[in-house]
């Protein structure tokens, strides 16, 4: 089974940029299709990104075009690069692991990090 560590959350204004690690230990993130969810106050967990066995990727609506998921099989660790960031984005982000391919749905992934807090200033 694999452990899963976030770091690298904070506090941003408005238009700023965050970059999220998701350390994988126990298995390589390779062997995994790794997601990011975020969990808001009041909200259900989303899906925000995912990066499949092979490196390719999907992303929701809500952050096309404004986050990257990436990650480095020698580190074994998973990132996502979050940049014009607004208030909407505050939220608690939580790195995961399924044996899918892919997936955006809560219920497809074994293995969470413990989350960490983003929150984005306006």
């Known amino acids: 089974q694999v452990q899963l560590v976030e770091s690298g959350g904070g506090l941003v204004q408005a238009g700023g940029s965050l970059r999220l690690s998701c350390a994988a230990s126990?298995?390589?993130?390779?062997?995994?299709?790794m997601g990011w969810f975020r969990q808001a106050p009041g909200k259900e967990r989303e899906f925000v990104a995912v990066?499949?066995?092979?490196?390719?990727?999907r992303y929701s609506d809500s952050v096309k075009g404004r986050f990257t998921i990436s990650r480095d099989t020698a580190k074994n660790t998973v990132y996502l690069q979050m940049n014009s960031l607004n208030p909407e984005d505050t939220a608690v982000y939580y790195c995961?692991?399924?044996?899918?391919?892919?997936?955006?749905?809560?219920?497809?992934?074994?293995?969470w990090g413990q989350g960490t807090q983003v929150t984005v200033s306006s």
């Open positions: 126990g298995r390589t993130v390779s062997d995994y299709g």
């Open positions: 995961a692991a399924t044996p899918a391919f892919f997936s955006n749905r809560n219920s497809d992934y074994g293995a």
């Open positions: 990066i499949s066995r092979i490196g390719t990727t």
